[in-house]
Every structure is written in C-alpha cells, then in structure tokens.
C-alpha cells in the first residue's frame, strides 16, 4: 500500500496530509473533485492525471514463485458458481501389496439372471411417474384461474414481487453550513470561482472536463452558496428547485433536465441566489432566518424543507470551513479579508490630506519615483498620520462560534478611526486601504491567531514583500496634526523621532515573521498561512465593502 501523504489545492482550498486512500474515499464522497491540484516530487499535477497515473500501478500485484495460489474459500450462500473439484474422477490404484478383488461373471461379459421382483418393480414406478405427471399438468392449467378467483379459496398462486424504484429524496446543502455570512456574499458577487472553465453539467462545452463515476453531477449556478443534493433520480428526470427567505433574497429557482447522475441517482443542483445586497450590508447583528428549499421531481413535489439559519453580522468575516474535527479537511476563506480593504473610503483622502501635513514626503507618489526609499517614507507617512488619530491595539475579535465555520470580527476603516482602536486585522486592513490608494501594493499576512501588513519597495518584485506589524501602531502618544503647528521645533522632532523609530521595530518584527514562515507562505501547503495580496484578489474579482452611514 502507497503510504505517501500528498497536498491537494482548489482556489484557495488546501488538504494536506492525504494518503492516496484518503484521496479515492473524498472522490467518492464529494469532498473532493479531479480538479485539484497535487503536489507530487516538485511537481504540481492536475488531480486527475496524477490518478490516471496511479490506479495502473497499484492495480498490479506480485505473483508468488514459491507456491501456486490457494483456491479462496466462498461462502455456501454465495452465488458463484461451484469450482471443479480438486481431486480426479478416476479412482486411484489399490495400494501396493494386496491382491485385486475379482470381479464377478456378469461384469467381463456375461449377464447376470434379473431377481424376480425386478419386473413388478418397474410397472408399479412407471405407474406412479404417470399419475405425478397428470396432476402436475393439471395444476399447471387451473393454477390462473384458481389464484384469479373471487371465491374462498386461501390458495394463491406465488408471484415474483416487484423492484420498486429508488426513493426519490433530497438535503439543503450550504458551503458555510447554517451560517449566511453577508460579508463573503457581498464581496464575492461577481466572482466565477472557475474562470472560463465550466463545472455545471447544464453548461459544460467539448472543452471541459468531465467529471467521474465517483463525483456528483452540479447543476445550475456553480458560484452559488446554497443548492440541494438529490438521491433516487433516473436519467432523463425533470426536475425543479426553489429556494426563498423572506427579507433577503429573491426567490432561487432552477429548472430543467439531469443528463448525467452520480452515485445512487446523486445530482446536486444550485439555482442563482438574487439576494437582497441592501440588506446584507445592514446586518449588524447576527439573527435567525428561514431558509426555504422546494423541490419537484417529473412534476411531483417532494416534502418541503425549511431550515432555520443564522444570518451573521457585516462585520464577521469567515476564515475557514471545517468539514471534519481533525482539521485536515479545511477549505480556507482567509482571502476575505481583502473585501475589508477599502481604498475608496471617504476617509482614505482625509488620512493622506493629514499625512501630507506632517511633511515627512512632499507628495504620494506610489512607485514613480522608482526610488525604494520613497516608498518606505510613504509608508511611514501614513503611519505617523494614524499614530496621530490616536488609534491603539485592541484585542477584539471574538465572534460566536458556529459548527462548520471559523471566523473573525474586523472593523470597517471608519469604525477604527472613531472608535481610535484596532485589532490586529483592523490595523492591517485600515493601512492597506489607505497603501492601495497611492498605487503600493500592499499584502494581508496570515499566520495561525495572528494578521498583520506587508508592502513591496519595487512594483512587481519577485522578492517577500516588507512586513509591518500593525499592532505597534499606538505605541506612541504623539500630537494630533491639528496641534501640530502649535508644538515648538524641538518636542516635533522627539515625536518623529519616536515614531520612527516604534515604526522601524514593527518593521523588523514584520520582516522576521515573514521569514521564519516563507516556505509554508509559499508552498500553500497549510490553510492558516496565507499572504494575500489585495491587488490579486482584485483581479480575481473580490470587492471591498461599501461604505454606508449606517450604524
């Protein structure tokens, strides 16, 4: 057996620590697919490929030379068909020394006088052979009638009974389980999780891939977070599925036929979601909502289920979804924190107006200056404007635990600036907004229980960007900009003196820790390391927040 430990990656998502049984048992399961990418002797393969590779070879077994294979043993009950046996039908010679019995006379030629009851014998058989055979027949004959009859016979004629079909049933599947989180909804809503390539079976082309026996078949929107997983169904079925929640969404429904079906008629089928953006941005509390799934199956509706869900607060952002106590089995969500970076909040204009009055740079410029030493001012810049909103580290960011899903408060950039405190995220998110503003690409590094910022000194450096720790950021009780001018020359220049320095110790701590984790950084193969970087996650199609008045 392949005792090998492997690493399976899907957008984000890492399993590591799987053996190839692991691997086979999540195909069939669901948890996994053939999309994933392996990480195989340096190589990162396409799941699918890698297992085309492997089934061959596992598939040979070595033949012993010693002895030849023991015939295995089958039970009585089985419905093989009974082996030859293993010794010969001719008898085996006498042993040695003992004479051969002799045969009678009849037996080399002769024939031997029949008894006297032989004939009598013979005459009253074939008698009774006769009779059998005429009842048989006439049982053979009435046996309809008698079993069709209304009278009140007890006899009834055995019949084979019939197969009956499946039971047709399904379950509501979310990815976050029974939790609704607003912030991955909002922020994720114009994301295609699979760029140009098509999981959905209604919508697959030539060019994509097919899925396996092993797989379940999805059907409709492949970016939805809520679906159903039916069993029971036949090929060719049509099938309807609703999905509604008052107050916010709009109803879900999918329509149409299955063509392809996994395991015990398997289809999972996912209608587009139109949620009530609105509303989502509102929820500043967590609460209970109905979540209502309706299916119907070649016109027949099944028995309706309504589940009862928690809408979570705008403010907590999912990390990871846990699919099974050990942790191995962790789908990673970390990049959401880049929806909390807002580089068009209102407030990232005043920060840069503040940090332009401290005149530690005369302009941002991001990188035209092609000048490292620029940028690192920039950075300190800012850095020194916020020491100067007075804002400290505050360790909060509890939520309520739910069951399948780990997850963090983070405060908005203003809920920061007027509450003139930050977790370590927060910090994070609040100097990465305003970074992204001036043009410096700016990274969210995630270790396990801690975030903090980092920067790049060139643009599209190949090198670990520069790490920040953010939650020095209030270490130094220093004037606010709009006092500044009443300070005399000497206490300004302890103050930036002091600040810089606290900024070059967080700078230090920052590069350090990036160090001391750029391999697991690197190689992805743990989901609590995570450096993401704001200007891919852009890209890719996460959206920052919007701002709102609302409190």
């Not at 033949?63 to 030859?84: D, I, K, W, Y």
Request: glycine share 6%; aromatic share 8%.
């Amino acid at each position: 057996m392949n005792e090998a430990t492997y690493s399976l990656e899907w957008r984000g998502t890492v399993k590591s620590g799987l053996s190839y049984d692991d691997i086979e048992a999540g195909l069939v399961s669901g948890d996994l697919h053939t999309l994933y990418k392996i990480q195989v002797n340096g190589r990162r393969l396409v799941l699918r490929d890698f297992l085309e590779q492997q089934r061959p070879l596992l598939a040979r077994t070595p033949v012993s030379q010693s002895a030849p294979p023991q015939p295995a043993f089958e039970h009585p009950g089985s419905n093989s068909l009974p082996r030859p046996e293993l010794h010969s039908a001719v008898p085996p010679p006498p042993p040695m020394g003992k004479a051969v019995p002799t045969l009678p006379a009849f037996a080399t030629g002769g024939k031997a006088p029949k008894p006297v009851w032989f004939w009598p014998a013979v005459i009253l058989s074939s008698t009774v052979c006769l009779l059998l055979g005429v009842v048989f027949i006439y049982m053979s004959v009435t046996a309809p009638t008698r079993s069709g009859s209304s009278s009140g016979s007890t006899h009834t004629a055995e019949t084979q009974p019939e197969e009956k079909p499946a039971e047709k049933k399904f379950k509501p599947f979310s990815f976050t389980g029974k939790e609704i989180f607003p912030s991955a909804l909002l922020s994720t809503a114009g994301v295609d999780w699979n760029g140009d390539e098509q999981s959905a079976e209604d919508k697959k082309t030539e060019d994509d891939a097919q899925i396996r026996k092993s797989e379940i078949p999805i059907y409709g929107d492949e970016n939805s977070w809520l679906g159903v997983e039916i069993s029971g169904l036949n090929k060719g079925a049509q099938v309807s599925v609703e999905i509604t929640s008052d107050g916010l969404m709009k109803s879900g429904k999918w329509q149409g036929t299955v063509t392809t079906l996994g395991q015990h008629g398997r289809a999972m089928i996912r209608p587009k979601v139109i949620w009530d953006y609105e509303a989502l941005r509102k929820a500043l509390q967590q609460r209970p909502i109905n979540v209502i799934f309706s299916v119907s199956v070649d016109g027949t509706p099944l028995p309706e289920a309504t589940e009862i869900y928690t809408l979570r607060s705008i403010n907590d952002c999912p990390l990871y979804v846990t699919r099974d106590k050990s942790g191995k089995n962790m789908t990673s969500l970390s990049f959401l924190f880049a929806a909390y970076v807002n580089e068009n909040h209102p407030q990232v204009q005043e920060i840069l107006k503040e940090a332009l009055e401290c005149h530690i740079v005369d302009q941002f410029d991001g990188y035209l200056s092609e000048n490292p030493k620029q940028v690192f001012l920039q950075v300190w810049a800012i850095w020194n404007a916020l020491q100067r909103r007075g804002i400290k580290y505050s360790n909060v960011a509890a939520t309520t635990p739910g069951d399948t899903v780990i997850s963090q408060s983070v405060r908005f950039l203003d809920q920061s600036i007027n509450d003139h405190q930050a977790n370590c995220v927060d910090g994070s998110v609040l100097m990465a907004s305003v970074l992204q503003k001036i043009g410096i690409n700016s990274y969210l590094v995630i270790i396990p229980g801690h975030c903090f910022l980092a920067f790049d000194l060139t643009p599209d450096s190949a090198a670990l960007p520069v790490g920040l720790e953010t939650t020095m950021l209030g270490d130094n009780e220093i004037t606010e900009v709009k006092n500044l001018g009443y300070l005399p020359n000497q206490d300004k220049f302890k103050e930036y003196d002091a600040s810089y320095k606290t900024f070059g110790k967080a700078v230090d701590v920052g590069i350090s820790t990036i160090q001391a984790n750029a391999r697991t950084l690197q190689s992805q193969s743990d989901v609590r390391f995570r450096l993401v970087s704001i200007e891919e996650e852009r890209n890719f199609g996460i959206k920052p927040i919007s701002f709102t008045m609302d409190k």
